[in-house]
Protein backbone atom coordinates (compact mmCIF):
# COMPACT_ATOMS: atom_id res chain seq x y z
CA UNK A 1 0.00 0.00 0.00
CA UNK A 2 1.62 3.54 -1.06
CA UNK A 3 1.99 5.62 1.82
CA UNK A 4 2.18 10.05 1.50
CA UNK A 5 3.01 12.05 4.61
CA UNK A 6 0.21 14.53 3.60
CA UNK A 7 -3.50 13.73 1.36
CA UNK A 8 -4.94 16.21 -0.06
CA UNK A 9 -8.65 16.46 -1.24
CA UNK A 10 -9.48 18.33 -3.45
CA UNK A 11 -7.88 20.87 -6.59
CA UNK A 12 -8.79 23.78 -5.94
CA UNK A 13 -6.98 27.11 -4.18
CA UNK A 14 -6.56 25.58 -0.92
CA UNK A 15 -5.20 22.34 -2.04
CA UNK A 16 -2.50 23.80 -4.81
CA UNK A 17 -1.86 26.13 -2.62
CA UNK A 18 -1.05 23.71 0.57
CA UNK A 19 0.52 20.98 -1.48
CA UNK A 20 3.10 23.59 -3.11
CA UNK A 21 3.96 25.14 -0.27
CA UNK A 22 4.20 21.76 1.55
CA UNK A 23 6.89 21.13 -1.15
CA UNK A 24 8.82 24.14 -0.54
CA UNK A 25 9.05 22.65 2.60
CA UNK A 26 10.04 19.39 1.72
CA UNK A 27 7.28 17.77 2.51
CA UNK A 28 5.54 15.49 -0.36
CA UNK A 29 1.79 15.08 -0.53
CA UNK A 30 -1.11 13.68 -3.02
CA UNK A 31 -3.81 15.83 -4.31
CA UNK A 32 -7.37 14.08 -5.25
CA UNK A 33 -9.54 15.72 -7.53
CA UNK A 34 -12.82 14.47 -8.39
CA UNK A 35 -12.89 16.44 -11.37
CA UNK A 36 -11.21 16.32 -14.74
CA UNK A 37 -7.67 18.78 -15.33
CA UNK A 38 -9.86 21.13 -17.69
CA UNK A 39 -12.91 21.35 -15.52
CA UNK A 40 -10.57 22.75 -13.20
CA UNK A 41 -8.80 25.02 -15.35
CA UNK A 42 -12.13 26.26 -17.43
CA UNK A 43 -14.56 27.01 -14.04
CA UNK A 44 -14.71 30.61 -13.59
CA UNK A 45 -15.00 31.89 -10.05
CA UNK A 46 -13.90 34.92 -8.42
CA UNK A 47 -10.90 37.14 -9.71
CA UNK A 48 -9.03 39.34 -7.08
CA UNK A 49 -6.01 38.81 -5.45
CA UNK A 50 -4.46 40.32 -2.25
CA UNK A 51 -1.44 41.70 -2.01
CA UNK A 52 -0.45 39.04 0.42
CA UNK A 53 -1.85 36.50 -1.95
CA UNK A 54 0.36 38.11 -4.53
CA UNK A 55 3.22 37.92 -2.60
CA UNK A 56 3.25 34.09 -1.71
CA UNK A 57 2.94 33.39 -5.78
CA UNK A 58 6.04 35.93 -6.03
CA UNK A 59 8.32 34.51 -3.44
CA UNK A 60 7.33 30.52 -4.38
CA UNK A 61 8.37 30.92 -7.84
CA UNK A 62 4.61 30.90 -9.01
CA UNK A 63 4.23 34.92 -9.81
CA UNK A 64 5.75 34.91 -13.16
CA UNK A 65 2.57 34.65 -15.91
CA UNK A 66 0.06 36.76 -12.89
CA UNK A 67 2.57 39.43 -13.31
CA UNK A 68 2.56 39.62 -16.74
CA UNK A 69 -1.04 39.29 -17.14
CA UNK A 70 -2.91 39.95 -14.58
CA UNK A 71 -4.66 43.69 -13.91
CA UNK A 72 -2.31 45.07 -11.21
CA UNK A 73 -4.53 47.85 -9.59
CA UNK A 74 -4.16 50.40 -7.46
CA UNK A 75 -7.71 51.83 -6.84
CA UNK A 76 -11.39 50.69 -6.81
CA UNK A 77 -14.26 52.88 -7.11
CA UNK A 78 -17.81 53.25 -5.67
CA UNK A 79 -20.38 54.59 -7.48
CA UNK A 80 -23.67 56.30 -5.80
CA UNK A 81 -26.18 56.66 -8.22
CA UNK A 82 -23.90 57.08 -10.88
CA UNK A 83 -21.38 59.49 -8.43
CA UNK A 84 -18.13 57.75 -8.22
CA UNK A 85 -15.79 57.70 -5.53
CA UNK A 86 -12.18 56.05 -5.54
CA UNK A 87 -10.86 54.33 -3.12
CA UNK A 88 -6.79 55.11 -3.19
CA UNK A 89 -5.82 51.69 -1.85
CA UNK A 90 -2.18 51.94 -2.62
CA UNK A 91 -2.14 55.51 -1.23
CA UNK A 92 -4.15 54.61 1.79
CA UNK A 93 -2.42 50.90 2.59
CA UNK A 94 0.81 50.70 0.56
CA UNK A 95 -0.79 47.77 -0.74
CA UNK A 96 -1.56 46.79 -4.09
CA UNK A 97 -4.78 44.21 -5.44
CA UNK A 98 -4.64 42.52 -8.56
CA UNK A 99 -7.74 40.96 -10.83
CA UNK A 100 -6.50 37.32 -12.21
CA UNK A 101 -9.29 35.10 -12.17
CA UNK A 102 -9.60 32.47 -9.71
CA UNK A 103 -9.03 29.36 -12.85
CA UNK A 104 -5.92 30.96 -13.86
CA UNK A 105 -4.13 31.01 -10.37
CA UNK A 106 -5.58 27.28 -10.41
CA UNK A 107 -3.53 26.78 -13.68
CA UNK A 108 -0.28 28.20 -12.59
CA UNK A 109 -0.34 25.16 -9.44
CA UNK A 110 -1.34 22.80 -11.53
CA UNK A 111 1.26 23.14 -13.99
CA UNK A 112 3.87 24.54 -11.12
CA UNK A 113 2.89 21.36 -9.36
CA UNK A 114 3.48 18.69 -11.96
CA UNK A 115 6.90 20.48 -12.71
CA UNK A 116 7.75 20.02 -9.35
CA UNK A 117 7.15 16.46 -9.70
CA UNK A 118 4.07 16.71 -7.81
CA UNK A 119 1.16 14.13 -7.41
CA UNK A 120 -2.27 15.15 -8.78
CA UNK A 121 -4.81 12.83 -9.12
CA UNK A 122 -7.85 14.13 -11.15
CA UNK A 123 -10.73 12.29 -12.24
CA UNK A 124 -10.40 10.52 -8.78
CA UNK A 125 -13.00 10.49 -6.36
CA UNK A 126 -12.40 9.52 -2.82
CA UNK A 127 -15.36 7.13 -1.04
CA UNK A 128 -13.78 6.98 2.74
CA UNK A 129 -11.11 9.02 4.98
CA UNK A 130 -10.63 6.59 8.17
CA UNK A 131 -8.16 6.54 11.09
CA UNK A 132 -7.97 10.59 11.56
CA UNK A 133 -8.27 9.58 15.27
CA UNK A 134 -5.57 7.05 15.72
CA UNK A 135 -2.13 6.87 14.32
CA UNK A 136 -3.02 6.52 10.49
CA UNK A 137 -5.48 8.04 7.98
CA UNK A 138 -6.67 5.41 5.18
CA UNK A 139 -8.04 6.80 2.10
CA UNK A 140 -9.90 4.76 0.08
CA UNK A 141 -10.37 5.95 -3.25
CA UNK A 142 -11.60 5.61 -6.92
CA UNK A 143 -9.22 5.99 -9.77
CA UNK A 144 -9.29 7.57 -13.27
CA UNK A 145 -10.13 3.95 -14.45
CA UNK A 146 -12.68 2.86 -12.25
CA UNK A 147 -10.75 0.91 -9.97
CA UNK A 148 -10.59 1.06 -6.26
CA UNK A 149 -7.51 2.00 -4.41
CA UNK A 150 -6.18 2.92 -0.88
CA UNK A 151 -3.24 4.86 0.18
CA UNK A 152 -2.46 5.98 3.44
CA UNK A 153 -1.10 9.12 5.25
CA UNK A 154 0.06 10.50 7.99
CA UNK A 155 -2.47 13.82 7.71
CA UNK A 156 -5.25 14.43 5.64
CA UNK A 157 -6.12 18.12 4.16
CA UNK A 158 -10.16 18.49 2.97
CA UNK A 159 -10.01 20.94 0.35
CA UNK A 160 -13.32 20.43 -1.52
CA UNK A 161 -15.37 23.04 -1.24
CA UNK A 162 -18.51 24.10 0.66
CA UNK A 163 -20.34 21.00 0.35
CA UNK A 164 -16.76 19.03 1.97
CA UNK A 165 -18.36 15.81 3.58
CA UNK A 166 -15.64 16.15 5.69
CA UNK A 167 -17.11 18.83 7.89
CA UNK A 168 -19.22 15.69 9.24
CA UNK A 169 -17.08 14.71 11.66
CA UNK A 170 -15.50 17.88 12.40
CA UNK A 171 -19.06 19.05 13.67
CA UNK A 172 -19.31 16.20 15.55
CA UNK A 173 -16.49 17.33 18.73
CA UNK A 174 -17.81 18.60 21.79
CA UNK A 175 -18.35 22.43 21.17
CA UNK A 176 -17.68 22.41 17.47
CA UNK A 177 -19.73 24.85 16.07
CA UNK A 178 -20.90 25.94 12.73
CA UNK A 179 -22.16 29.74 12.15
CA UNK A 180 -23.90 31.00 8.94
CA UNK A 181 -25.55 33.28 7.22
CA UNK A 182 -27.75 33.88 4.24
CA UNK A 183 -28.66 37.07 2.61
CA UNK A 184 -31.57 38.17 0.61
CA UNK A 185 -29.95 38.84 -2.74
CA UNK A 186 -27.75 36.99 -4.92
CA UNK A 187 -25.55 38.03 -8.13
CA UNK A 188 -26.32 37.45 -11.34
CA UNK A 189 -23.15 37.35 -13.08
CA UNK A 190 -22.04 37.66 -17.07
CA UNK A 191 -18.61 37.48 -19.33
CA UNK A 192 -18.87 39.68 -22.42
CA UNK A 193 -16.67 39.91 -24.90
CA UNK A 194 -16.41 43.55 -24.75
CA UNK A 195 -13.26 46.45 -24.36
CA UNK A 196 -12.61 47.40 -20.29
CA UNK A 197 -15.41 49.71 -19.18
CA UNK A 198 -12.82 51.11 -16.88
CA UNK A 199 -9.29 49.63 -15.88
CA UNK A 200 -10.50 49.54 -12.06
CA UNK A 201 -13.15 47.88 -10.65
CA UNK A 202 -16.48 50.01 -9.75
CA UNK A 203 -18.53 48.85 -7.07
CA UNK A 204 -21.98 50.60 -7.85
CA UNK A 205 -24.79 50.86 -5.66
CA UNK A 206 -28.19 52.34 -7.09
CA UNK A 207 -31.84 52.06 -5.94
CA UNK A 208 -32.47 49.51 -8.63
CA UNK A 209 -29.63 47.22 -7.20
CA UNK A 210 -26.34 46.73 -6.50
CA UNK A 211 -24.00 46.54 -9.92
CA UNK A 212 -20.16 45.36 -9.81
CA UNK A 213 -18.00 46.41 -12.77
CA UNK A 214 -14.84 43.61 -12.93
CA UNK A 215 -12.64 42.48 -15.78
CA UNK A 216 -11.06 39.59 -17.26
CA UNK A 217 -8.78 40.36 -20.27
CA UNK A 218 -8.68 43.45 -22.34
CA UNK A 219 -11.46 42.04 -24.50
CA UNK A 220 -13.65 39.79 -22.27
CA UNK A 221 -15.35 41.72 -19.18
CA UNK A 222 -16.61 40.63 -16.26
CA UNK A 223 -19.70 42.07 -14.63
CA UNK A 224 -22.52 41.44 -12.15
CA UNK A 225 -26.39 42.56 -11.46
CA UNK A 226 -27.63 42.42 -7.77
CA UNK A 227 -30.74 39.80 -8.56
CA UNK A 228 -32.86 37.88 -6.23
CA UNK A 229 -32.02 34.63 -4.72
CA UNK A 230 -34.53 32.48 -6.75
CA UNK A 231 -34.23 34.40 -10.40
CA UNK A 232 -33.41 31.92 -13.34
CA UNK A 233 -31.00 32.44 -16.34
CA UNK A 234 -34.11 32.71 -18.04
CA UNK A 235 -35.49 35.69 -16.51
CA UNK A 236 -32.55 37.69 -17.48
CA UNK A 237 -32.66 38.24 -21.43
CA UNK A 238 -29.38 40.36 -22.77
CA UNK A 239 -31.44 43.26 -22.92
CA UNK A 240 -33.06 43.49 -19.86
CA UNK A 241 -29.20 43.30 -18.54
CA UNK A 242 -27.76 45.69 -20.23
CA UNK A 243 -30.79 48.33 -19.93
CA UNK A 244 -30.13 47.18 -15.85
CA UNK A 245 -26.59 47.64 -15.99
CA UNK A 246 -27.04 51.23 -17.43
CA UNK A 247 -29.29 52.37 -15.15
CA UNK A 248 -26.88 51.58 -12.24
CA UNK A 249 -23.69 52.30 -13.13
CA UNK A 250 -23.50 54.84 -16.53
CA UNK A 251 -22.47 58.37 -15.11
CA UNK A 252 -22.13 61.40 -17.96
CA UNK A 253 -18.49 60.30 -17.86
CA UNK A 254 -18.45 56.76 -17.90
CA UNK A 255 -21.15 54.15 -19.85
CA UNK A 256 -20.69 50.57 -19.34
CA UNK A 257 -19.24 48.89 -22.08
CA UNK A 258 -21.61 46.23 -24.40
CA UNK A 259 -20.65 43.34 -26.30
CA UNK A 260 -21.59 39.82 -26.75
CA UNK A 261 -22.52 38.09 -23.62
CA UNK A 262 -21.22 34.39 -23.76
CA UNK A 263 -22.15 33.49 -19.46
CA UNK A 264 -24.78 33.78 -17.41
CA UNK A 265 -25.08 32.62 -13.82
CA UNK A 266 -26.98 33.48 -10.26
CA UNK A 267 -24.38 33.41 -7.64
CA UNK A 268 -25.86 32.86 -4.21
CA UNK A 269 -24.79 34.77 -1.41
CA UNK A 270 -24.11 32.90 1.98
CA UNK A 271 -21.73 33.55 4.81
CA UNK A 272 -20.36 30.22 7.49
CA UNK A 273 -17.73 29.78 9.36
CA UNK A 274 -16.57 26.48 10.75
CA UNK A 275 -14.90 26.25 14.51
CA UNK A 276 -12.92 24.32 14.87
CA UNK A 277 -11.28 23.35 11.62
CA UNK A 278 -9.51 19.72 12.66
CA UNK A 279 -10.12 16.72 14.23
CA UNK A 280 -7.35 14.60 15.21
CA UNK A 281 -5.03 14.32 11.62
CA UNK A 282 -7.54 15.81 9.70
CA UNK A 283 -8.11 19.40 8.86
CA UNK A 284 -10.63 21.54 6.83
CA UNK A 285 -9.18 24.26 4.30
CA UNK A 286 -10.82 27.06 2.60
CA UNK A 287 -14.21 26.84 1.31
CA UNK A 288 -14.98 23.33 3.14
CA UNK A 289 -14.47 25.47 6.75
CA UNK A 290 -16.05 28.45 5.41
CA UNK A 291 -17.69 30.52 3.01
CA UNK A 292 -18.11 34.65 1.77
CA UNK A 293 -20.56 36.02 0.08
CA UNK A 294 -18.28 37.39 -3.30
CA UNK A 295 -18.70 41.38 -2.52
CA UNK A 296 -15.48 41.54 -0.64
CA UNK A 297 -13.60 39.59 -2.73
CA UNK A 298 -11.85 37.47 0.31
CA UNK A 299 -12.94 34.04 -0.60
CA UNK A 300 -9.13 32.76 -2.65
CA UNK A 301 -7.62 34.69 -0.25
CA UNK A 302 -8.75 33.40 2.38
CA UNK A 303 -7.91 29.71 1.67
CA UNK A 304 -4.65 31.20 1.06
CA UNK A 305 -4.71 32.28 4.26
CA UNK A 306 -5.37 29.12 5.68
CA UNK A 307 -2.90 27.00 4.05
CA UNK A 308 -0.44 29.78 4.97
CA UNK A 309 -1.03 28.59 8.40
CA UNK A 310 -1.31 24.76 7.69
CA UNK A 311 1.76 24.01 5.22
CA UNK A 312 4.31 25.24 7.83
CA UNK A 313 2.63 23.46 10.81
CA UNK A 314 2.37 20.09 9.18
CA UNK A 315 5.48 20.67 8.12
CA UNK A 316 6.80 20.81 11.32
CA UNK A 317 4.49 17.67 12.55
CA UNK A 318 5.72 15.82 9.96
CA UNK A 319 9.64 16.57 9.85
CA UNK A 320 10.66 17.59 13.42
CA UNK A 321 7.12 15.02 14.90
CA UNK A 322 6.15 18.19 16.95
CA UNK A 323 2.70 18.92 16.88
CA UNK A 324 2.62 22.43 18.81
CA UNK A 325 2.02 24.85 15.57
CA UNK A 326 -0.67 21.95 13.77
CA UNK A 327 -3.19 22.07 17.38
CA UNK A 328 -3.08 25.52 17.13
CA UNK A 329 -4.08 25.68 13.50
CA UNK A 330 -7.79 26.74 13.89
CA UNK A 331 -6.78 29.36 16.84
CA UNK A 332 -4.32 30.65 14.17
CA UNK A 333 -6.95 30.51 11.34
CA UNK A 334 -10.13 31.47 12.22
CA UNK A 335 -9.81 35.36 14.03
CA UNK A 336 -8.56 36.08 10.42
CA UNK A 337 -12.02 34.36 8.58
CA UNK A 338 -14.47 36.22 11.10
CA UNK A 339 -12.62 39.48 10.10
CA UNK A 340 -13.15 38.50 6.32
CA UNK A 341 -16.76 37.39 7.32
CA UNK A 342 -17.22 41.14 9.13
CA UNK A 343 -16.15 42.86 6.06
CA UNK A 344 -17.77 41.04 3.28
CA UNK A 345 -20.93 40.97 5.30
CA UNK A 346 -20.83 44.87 6.09
CA UNK A 347 -19.55 45.84 2.33
CA UNK A 348 -22.74 43.52 1.12
CA UNK A 349 -25.24 45.29 3.37
CA UNK A 350 -24.22 48.88 2.57
CA UNK A 351 -24.08 48.10 -1.47
CA UNK A 352 -26.98 46.11 -1.81
CA UNK A 353 -30.52 47.52 -1.49
CA UNK A 354 -32.75 44.94 0.23
CA UNK A 355 -36.36 44.32 -1.66
CA UNK A 356 -39.12 45.71 0.88
CA UNK A 357 -36.64 47.61 3.62
CA UNK A 358 -38.50 50.14 5.00
CA UNK A 359 -37.49 53.19 3.89
CA UNK A 360 -35.53 53.58 7.54
CA UNK A 361 -33.08 51.20 6.39
CA UNK A 362 -32.95 52.61 2.88
CA UNK A 363 -31.47 55.96 4.16
CA UNK A 364 -29.55 54.75 7.34
CA UNK A 365 -27.73 52.18 5.01
CA UNK A 366 -26.63 55.30 2.09
CA UNK A 367 -25.75 57.56 5.25
CA UNK A 368 -23.22 54.64 6.62
CA UNK A 369 -21.84 54.56 2.96
CA UNK A 370 -21.63 58.37 2.05
CA UNK A 371 -19.55 58.81 6.08
CA UNK A 372 -17.38 56.04 4.70
CA UNK A 373 -16.47 57.31 1.23
CA UNK A 374 -16.50 61.38 2.63
CA UNK A 375 -13.72 60.73 5.10
CA UNK A 376 -10.00 59.44 4.71
CA UNK A 377 -10.40 57.55 8.18
CA UNK A 378 -13.57 55.72 6.37
CA UNK A 379 -11.67 55.60 2.88
CA UNK A 380 -8.95 54.10 4.80
CA UNK A 381 -10.74 51.49 6.88
CA UNK A 382 -12.24 50.64 3.53
CA UNK A 383 -9.17 50.17 1.63
CA UNK A 384 -7.21 48.26 4.48
CA UNK A 385 -9.83 45.77 4.68
CA UNK A 386 -10.00 45.28 1.01
CA UNK A 387 -6.51 44.87 0.33
CA UNK A 388 -6.43 42.32 3.25
CA UNK A 389 -3.56 42.04 6.36
CA UNK A 390 0.22 40.25 5.26
CA UNK A 391 0.07 36.02 5.32
CA UNK A 392 1.91 35.04 8.77
CA UNK A 393 4.54 33.30 8.23
CA UNK A 394 5.94 30.78 10.75
CA UNK A 395 9.14 28.88 11.54
CA UNK A 396 9.20 25.07 10.54
C1 LIG B 1 -14.66 39.20 -10.06
O1 LIG B 1 -13.98 39.78 -10.91
O2 LIG B 1 -15.15 38.10 -10.27
C2 LIG B 1 -14.91 39.85 -8.74
C3 LIG B 1 -14.27 41.03 -8.45
C4 LIG B 1 -14.51 41.65 -7.23
C5 LIG B 1 -15.40 41.09 -6.34
C6 LIG B 1 -16.04 39.91 -6.63
C7 LIG B 1 -15.80 39.28 -7.84
O3 LIG B 1 -15.63 41.71 -5.16
Redesign the pocket.
Known sequence: MSHTPVAIIGAGPAGLTLSHLLHQHGVESVIFESRSREDVEETV????LEQGTMNLMRETGVGERMDREADIDEAIDISIDGLRTRIELTELTGHQMA?Y?QHEYLKDFIAKRIADGGTIYFNTSVDEVSGYDGDRVTVSYTDEKGESQTLTSDYVVAGDGSKSPYRKPVLELDGAVRDRHEYPYAWF?ILVNAPQTQKE?I?ATHDQGFA?I???TETVQ?Y?LQCNPDDTVEQWSDDRIWSELHARVDSADLQVSEGEIFDKAVLRFRSAVTDPMQRGRLFLAGDAAHTVP????KGLNLAVADVAVLAPALARAVKRNNRDLLDRYSALAVPRIWKAQHFSYWMSSMLHSVPGDPHFQHQRRLAELESVLATEAGRTYLAQQYVGKDLPTFEV
Open positions: RAGVVPGLYLSTRRYPTGA
